[in-house]
């Protein structure tokens, strides 16, 4: 655990980069965050174990509570509040799609997946549905496969249209 053992605040917080840069130091402000870790029972390594072998379509169809499973294994601190956020994902939903990617004369069709996530605002009091989308977001576009994307739309029970619409995603970029 070395980020609890770095000095903060005073002269001996200052950093320095080992080679030059825009920045040639930083300091520690404040003392950093305490470091979390996955505690190790026999039950969380397959559940880990579990969620390495699963792949897109065994989450978007009708897959909420594999989604449920996989996000509930980072929750380390077995938080309340992050436990119902958790919960407040109410419906997930995925189909086949295809989208054209660049611009001519250099065009090409890509194929993916389109997921429609349904949230219950009244379980983000505090938070909000928007932060976790955009979290959801990127763990989509890095769970889908080689030359694919994912695209996520995102409703609320509480609202008729769509909160937001996220743009193609392969990895961690934005399709182009």
Known sequence: DLPSQLP???DESLLQLEQGGVIANARLLKKPSATW???MRLA???RLISHLSLNH???VDGG??????ILSLYNFADSATVRKQIAGISNVSGHPSVTRVGKAPRQAFVRGTEVELEFD???YVGSGVY???CVLDRFFGLYCTANSYTRLSVRSQQR??????FPPRSGSLPLV
Do not use: T
């Open 160 to 165: 008729e249209d769509f909160m937001v619409r």
């Open 57 to 59: 379509l065994s989450i």
């Open 64 to 69: 909420r509570e594999a989604l449920l499973e």
């Open 37 to 39: 870790r996955a505690p």
């Open 121 to 123: 605002e009244n379980q």
């Open 131 to 133: 932060l976790m989308a």
């Open 44 to 46: 969380n390594q397959w």
């Open 8 to 10: 903060f605040g005073g």
